[in-house]
Structure formats: C-alpha cells, structure tokens
Nanobody, 120 residues
Framework: QVHLVESGGALVQAGGSLRLSCAASGITLRINTMGWYRQAPGKQRDLVASVTEDGTTNYTDSVKGRFTISRNNGKMTVYLQMNSLKPEDTAVYYC??????????????WGRGTLVTVSS
C-alpha cells in the first residue's frame, strides 16, 4: 500500500514563497503522474499542477509563472514551489499520485493535505 504525506504548509504574507513536499512510501511497481490539488473553504478540489513520470508538467492558468512542480523519482517525492503568493491561493493543498501496483492495478492515492494561508 502506498501512502502520501505532505509537508510545508504555513501562514505567509502575500508576495511570499513556500515550498510544499509530498513523500510517497510503500511498495509499488511505479508511480505515474503526481500532482497537487487545492481546496479552498466552500469550494471544490481543483488541480493546481501535475507532473508525469518523464517530467512533463501541467498547470492551471491561475498559477502559471508563479508555481513550479517537480519530482524526484528516486525519492518518490513531488514538490510544489510557490512564489508570489496571493490571498486567493489560500487553501488546503493535497498531493495526488496515480500508481501501478505490484499486481498491475492502477490506483489513485491522496495525501491528507497541508494548509496554506496567505495573508493580505
């Protein structure tokens, strides 16, 4: 079974930066796409950014040019560098991974989330 644990959430002033990390643990055949989602109070959970196993990235429009997603396959870790933070970036950020298990099933795994609060 694969588990994801996020870290790095904090309270930061507008214009500041944070780096989120998400470490995967457990035994799996491979970790395919990894991503970050966020959910603000009263809103749905939306994709922020994703990165494939070969490093292809995808971003939602509102974070392009400010956020950078990256991964270290050897460490089974995905990162989200967030710069020029805005109050509207305030949300719980969730890590997500599509994995292929040892029996070749494809599963989607979620972390428990880390809170990012941006003050104006």
């Amino acid at each position: 079974q694969v588990h994801l644990v996020e870290s790095g959430g904090a309270l930061v002033q507008a214009g500041g930066s944070l780096r989120l990390s998400c470490a995967a643990s457990g035994i799996t055949l491979r970790i395919n796409t990894m991503g970050w989602y966020r959910q603000a109070p009263g809103k749905q959970r939306d994709l922020v950014a994703s990165v494939t196993e070969d490093g292809t990235t995808n971003y939602t429009d509102s974070v392009k040019g400010r956020f950078t997603i990256s991964r270290n396959n050897g460490k089974m870790t995905v990162y989200l560098q967030m710069n020029s933070l805005k109050p509207e970036d305030t949300a719980v950020y969730y890590c997500n991974a599509d994995i292929t298990t040892l029996v070749r099933e494809t599963l989607t795994v979620w972390g428990r989330g880390t809170l990012v609060t941006v003050s104006s």
